[in-house]
């Protein structure tokens, strides 16, 4: 039971994003109503058939009468990923900037899901809007992504700022940088509790900008002597209109391989925030027929994703595409915590092609983060001196490490939550632990399901030590009326040895033979079976298999 909140008492509940790295979904509570900040997912470490993961929406569904919107800071999966899964339960406007929105529709019509029954609202810079009880201003800031936003939030209990994901790069590429002043401004008239991402919390200082990064980009396309690829963040706009500015200088063309930042491109052209020359875009047809030296190849897949553009290209199996020996590969990206053994895999994969690689580790210009480090977070807690602070957005380390910054800032109030914990920020009595809330994650296999832990329990004990089918039919008193079938997937040595497949079956056969035995074992038929097919493998192979057991009796046939 959540405890009850006083008139002027606002509680944050974080669903997701807090004590990990992604799946950002945050929500503000108070007596009148309840709004939600973000709603993204993750990418599973695993190869279980996971899709993407969400956060458990259970706590939002039994406050439904009180939740009055969605706001969202900006386009990226692990702030927008999940909005299609969020409408599943819920029926509620959402707030958005144009880029986000825009994605975030492309992704429903995905999912068949009709726009016309979804509630959008445009929010933008310098136009404050209601929801609910919230007032609320979007304040511009830098980021990976274009039309990135903070968030100025009154509630019951004063100003609450979240910074959402930001940096202070003083000339983006999109002409959008941090508006400092305003967020002073706002510092300057108080504000009560500071939520900040924590994610570059162990950068002292982050390395570069993205005009930097365009010019690294720049040096390496104008000596290539032949073919350039560069593997990139799809979301990543800034870039993009760096690159588009480096293949018109060097006369080259750009291909773009990856549905992504085909998307991507796409959705920021529509909105006037790319302006690629029309001539500039060539598709993979016309890229195989232009020299060497005059394509430009943009890619996904820098984590080595198993479908990615570049994972296929690197295993020399993309169909549309190739990479020869001489072509120049650069990285403009970091690999992801939890990515490096397959990353370096492909890497090495690219070396035996014969390409000429560039990474941060050779040329360290070629990427920069779109997360502000320490000094950027040190400046955001400078301009907001909020009374309170909570740090987002990373695992527990990072949240401890940002919270330590605000205590040496001399912020008076700092607490660590992380997701399912909850504070509650009272006008008068300042910020204090509170319940928690139920909260966890949601496994979406392919194709848009939801997979049980169970099913995955299942499909882990299956990978780790294989997969057996037994089939028999039965008639009269449970004999045999024909030999048992068996059949193995991934066992060592049973999927090679047909002795072993047949001393399985001559043992289920005994055990089915001894019916007495059965009978006084209080056993069913399906588990004997299970049991003494699994002790004959596991003599031969070491391991217990999941194994399946079909009965078929004549009576049924």
Same mark, same amino acid.
Not at 146 to 172: C, K
């Given at each position: 039971?959540?405890?009850?909140?006083?008139?002027?008492?606002?509680?944050?509940?974080?669903?997701?994003?807090?004590?990990?790295?992604?799946?950002?979904?945050?929500?503000?509570? /108070?007596?009148?109503?309840?709004?939600?900040?973000?709603?993204?997912?993750?990418?599973?470490?695993?190869?279980?058939?996971?899709?993407?993961?969400?956060?458990?929406?259970?706590?939002?569904?039994?406050?439904?009468?009180?939740?009055?919107?969605?706001?969202?800071?900006?386009?990226?999966?692990?702030?927008?990923?999940?909005?299609?899964?969020?409408?599943?339960?819920?029926?509620?406007?959402?707030?958005?900037?144009?880029?986000?929105?825009?994605?975030?529709?492309?992704?429903?019509?995905?999912?068949?899901?009709?726009?016309?029954?979804?509630?959008?609202?445009?929010?933008?810079?310098?136009?404050?809007?209601?929801?609910?009880?919230?007032?609320?201003?979007?304040?511009?800031?830098?980021?990976?992504?274009?039309?990135?936003?903070?968030?100025?939030?009154?509630?019951?209990?004063?100003?609450?700022?979240?910074?959402?994901?930001?940096?202070?790069?003083?000339?983006?590429?999109?002409?959008?940088?941090?508006?400092?002043?305003?967020?002073?401004?706002?510092?300057?008239?108080?504000?009560?509790?500071?939520?900040?991402?924590?994610?570059?919390?162990?950068?002292?200082?982050?390395?570069?900008?993205?005009?930097?990064?365009?010019?690294?980009?720049?040096?390496?396309?104008?000596?290539?002597?032949?073919?350039?690829?560069?593997?990139?963040?799809?979301?990543?706009? /800034?870039?993009?209109?760096?690159?588009?500015?480096?293949?018109?200088?060097?006369?080259?063309?750009?291909?773009?391989?990856?549905?992504?930042?085909?998307?991507?491109?796409?959705?920021?052209?529509?909105?006037?925030?790319?302006?690629?020359?029309?001539?500039?875009?060539?598709?993979?047809?016309?890229?195989?027929?232009?020299?060497?030296?005059?394509?430009?190849?943009?890619?996904?897949?820098?984590?080595?994703?198993?479908?990615?553009?570049?994972?296929?290209?690197?295993?020399?199996?993309?169909? /549309?595409?190739?990479?020869?020996?001489?072509?120049?590969?650069?990285?403009?990206?970091?690999?992801?915590?939890?990515?490096?053994?397959?990353?370096?895999?492909?890497?090495?994969?690219?070396?035996?092609?014969?390409?000429?690689?560039?990474?941060?580790?050779?040329?360290?210009?070629?990427?920069?983060?779109?997360?502000?480090?320490?000094?950027?977070?040190?400046?955001?807690?400078?301009?907001?001196?909020?009374?309170?602070?909570?740090?987002?957005?990373?695992?527990?380390?990072?949240?401890?490490?940002?919270?330590?910054?605000?205590?040496?800032?001399?912020?008076?109030?700092?607490?660590?939550?992380?997701?399912?914990?909850?504070?509650?920020?009272?006008?008068?009595?300042?910020?204090?632990?509170?319940?928690?809330?139920?909260?966890?994650?949601?496994?979406?296999?392919?194709?848009?399901?939801?997979?049980?832990?169970?099913?995955?329990?299942?499909?882990?004990?299956?990978?780790?030590?294989?997969?057996?089918?037994?089939?028999?039919?039965?008639?009269?008193?449970?004999?045999?009326?024909?030999?048992?079938?068996?059949?193995?997937?991934?066992?060592?040595?049973?999927?090679?040895?047909?002795?072993?497949?047949?001393?399985?079956?001559?043992?289920?056969?005994?055990?089915?033979?001894?019916?007495?035995?059965?009978?006084?074992?209080?056993?069913?038929?399906?588990?004997?079976?299970?049991?003494?097919?699994?002790?004959?493998?596991?003599?031969?192979?070491?391991?217990?298999?999941?194994?399946?057991? /079909?009965?078929?009796?004549?009576?049924?046939?």
């Amino acid at each position: 039971m959540q405890e009850k909140l006083g008139p002027a008492a606002v509680r944050v509940v974080p669903l997701g994003g807090l004590g990990e790295i992604g799946m950002n979904c945050l929500a503000l509570e /108070q007596r009148d109503g309840i709004v939600v900040v973000d709603c993204g997912t993750s990418f599973p470490e695993s190869d279980l058939g996971i899709d993407v993961i969400h956060p458990d929406f259970s706590w939002l569904v039994e406050n439904a009468d009180r939740v009055r919107g969605l706001v969202l800071t900006h386009g990226h999966e692990d702030h927008i990923g999940a909005v299609s899964f969020l409408l599943d339960e819920l029926d509620l406007p959402i707030w958005a900037p144009a880029h986000a929105q825009a994605l975030v529709e492309k992704r429903l019509r995905e999912r068949g899901v009709p726009l016309e029954e979804v509630r959008f609202r445009e929010h933008r810079v310098g136009h404050p809007f209601d929801v609910g009880p919230f007032e609320i201003e979007s304040i511009r800031v830098a980021h990976s992504i274009t039309d990135a936003t903070a968030l100025s939030i009154r509630t019951a209990a004063g100003v609450v700022v979240h910074t959402g994901d930001f940096n202070f790069d003083p000339d983006p590429p999109d002409g959008e940088p941090t508006d400092a002043a305003r967020l002073e401004a706002i510092g300057d008239a108080g504000v009560a509790l500071l939520l900040s991402d924590s994610t570059n919390i162990d950068v002292p200082v982050r390395p570069g900008s993205e005009r930097e990064v365009g010019d690294a980009l720049r040096r390496i396309v104008s000596q290539a002597e032949h073919r350039v690829f560069v593997v990139m963040f799809a979301s990543n706009v /800034q870039r993009l209109l760096s690159l588009g500015e480096v293949a018109v200088e060097t006369g080259r063309k750009i291909c773009l391989l990856g549905r992504s930042l085909s998307t991507h491109t796409e959705i920021a052209t529509a909105l006037g925030k790319l302006n690629f020359p029309s001539n500039l875009l060539v598709d993979p047809d016309q890229a195989r027929t232009l020299p060497r030296d005059k394509l430009l190849v943009l890619a996904g897949g820098s984590q080595a994703e198993r479908t990615s553009a570049m994972r296929r290209l690197a295993s020399g199996e993309h169909g /549309q595409m190739q990479i020869d020996e001489g072509d120049d590969v650069v990285f403009s990206s970091r690999i992801i915590p939890g990515h490096e053994r397959v990353v370096f895999a492909m890497l090495c994969d690219l070396l035996r092609l014969g390409a000429q690689l560039h990474t941060r580790v050779t040329n360290p210009g070629v990427h920069t983060s779109g997360h502000a480090g320490r000094s950027e977070q040190t400046r955001m807690l400078e301009l907001i001196r909020p009374k309170a602070f909570v740090p987002v957005h990373g695992t527990l380390h990072h949240l401890l490490r940002h919270a330590e910054l605000a205590r040496e800032l001399g912020v008076p109030q700092v607490e660590v939550i992380e997701n399912g914990s909850t504070v509650v920020l009272d006008r008068e009595s300042g910020l204090s632990r509170g319940r928690g809330i139920v909260h966890g994650k949601v496994d979406v296999a392919i194709g848009g399901e939801r997979i049980s832990a169970e099913a995955l329990k299942r499909r882990a004990e299956a990978g780790r030590s294989g997969y057996a089918l037994v089939s028999v039919v039965l008639g009269a008193n449970d004999k045999l009326a024909g030999p048992p079938a068996v059949s193995t997937r991934g066992v060592p040595v049973a999927d090679d040895d047909e002795a072993v497949v047949r001393a399985v079956a001559r043992a289920v056969a005994e055990q089915l033979s001894a019916g007495r035995k059965r009978r006084r074992s209080g056993l069913s038929v399906e588990e004997e079976i299970r049991r003494a097919a699994r002790r004959v493998i596991l003599e031969h192979s070491g391991v217990r298999p999941q194994i399946e057991v /079909q009965v078929h009796r004549v009576s049924d046939l």
